[in-house]
């Protein structure tokens, strides 16, 4: 067993090559990281050569994640769907299915009925006369539930991508969610796919303070995040903060964005203790994940878990998903790619977007 998860995703290009070829022609005018699709290659290539040093491209971070996702985010969405991560599988799940309770289950550990007790009581201050900054009519019900009380409950997706996850989980908590990323074209893409389904709608009075939608992509750095402190309930990221060149840094803002006492729950891309470093096809393999998946550098387990102490998380739970009882990984990056009606209960299948 290798001490980590290999990931290499091919996709078979050929039903949509017109549709590829118009997008990226059209990109060349529309990249975060360059002037044109072969500058952008250029740059990504350049940053993963073995001669380019780690701390070279710790530096580079924005440039290598935004090159990476400026080519790379079309051929996701098509051929893998609007949730750019992997997911293990039950025997009776298909792709999609796996997907949803993958993050579903991640939504679970947020603790929003925590948050919305709190609101609950900030209500019940305005009610009496505070000056609570919450909202309210006196015949509202602070309730779960796509509600306005629960619309008031603000969580963050840190590396948010097209925000598949981001709109699953606002579907399935009926909180508030905005999502950070740093390229341009997925905040653009995002927004569009939040803004053309009626589900994310509010359903509001003129002065309730809610915004139009209860989902929106924001661009920005992870490093450098453009929110006031504590101003979330919540926050999770989804194989995100492994494109972060520093951990400590990395979790310090989002700790800082966060309020006190809330929760921030994260898949991690980690090397386990298995992972010899001087073992060349461990080298190898770890090398070829960080060029294939747009990363400075993989960190450790105890790193990670020790960043985030600094930062001044408290670890509540961490495990290593591998080990669950049930994998399949895996399984959609196989090779076992088909278009017909069977596949797609089980891969992805070309299903275009």
């Known amino acids: 067993m290798y001490p980590y998860l290999t990931i290499f995703i091919y996709f078979n290009t050929q039903p949509k090559h017109n549709l590829q070829n118009k997008n990226y022609k059209e990109r060349n005018n529309n990249l975060t990281s360059a002037s044109d699709v072969k500058s952008s290659v250029t740059e990504y290539e350049r940053l993963h050569l073995t001669s380019t040093t780690t701390a070279e491209r710790n530096s580079n971070y924005t440039n290598l994640v935004n ?35 993958h993050e579903f289950y991640l939504a679970s550990k947020l603790n929003l009925s925590g948050a919305l007790g709190g609101l609950k009581k900030k209500l019940g201050s305005a009610m009496n006369g505070s000056n609570g900054s919450v909202k309210h009519s006196e015949d509202e019900q602070v309730r779960e539930g796509s509600t306005p009380s629960m619309a008031n409950v603000k969580v963050l997706d840190v590396g948010c991508g097209i925000g598949g996850p981001m709109r699953n989980i606002c579907k399935f908590t009926g909180a508030d969610v905005t999502g950070l990323t740093l390229n341009q074209y997925q905040v653009d893409r995002g927004n569009e796919l939040c803004v053309a389904d009626a589900h994310f709608k509010n359903t509001k009075a003129s002065d309730s303070g809610l915004p139009d939608v209860r989902c929106r992509s924001v661009q920005g750095d992870f490093m450098k995040q453009p929110f006031e402190d504590s101003t979330f309930d919540a926050a999770y990221a989804i194989e995100a903060t492994c494109h972060a060149p520093d951990r400590v840094g990395c979790y310090s803002e989002i700790y800082r964005v966060l309020k006190p006492g809330a929760i921030f729950a994260c898949y991690e891309w980690c090397l386990t203790d298995k992972y010899d470093p001087t073992n060349p096809e461990h080298v190898l393999i770890k090398k070829q994940i960080e060029e294939g998946d747009g990363l400075p550098d993989i960190a450790s387990t105890h790193h990670c878990l020790t960043a985030l102490k600094k930062a001044g998380f408290e670890i509540l739970e961490e495990r290593d998903l591998v080990n669950d009882e049930y994998g399949g990984w895996q399984d959609p990056a196989t090779g076992e790619y088909s278009t017909s009606k069977e596949a797609r209960k089980h891969y992805r ?4 977007w």
Do not use: I, M, Q, V
Request: charged letters at 25%; aromatic letters at 26%.
């Open 67 to 101: 090159s990476y996702y400026d080519l790379a985010t079309l051929f996701y969405e098509w051929g893998w769907g609007a949730s750019f991560h992997f997911s293990n599988r039950h025997s009776y799940e298909s792709f999609d299915e796996a997907t949803r309770r």
């Open 349 to 352: 299948g070309g299903k275009p």
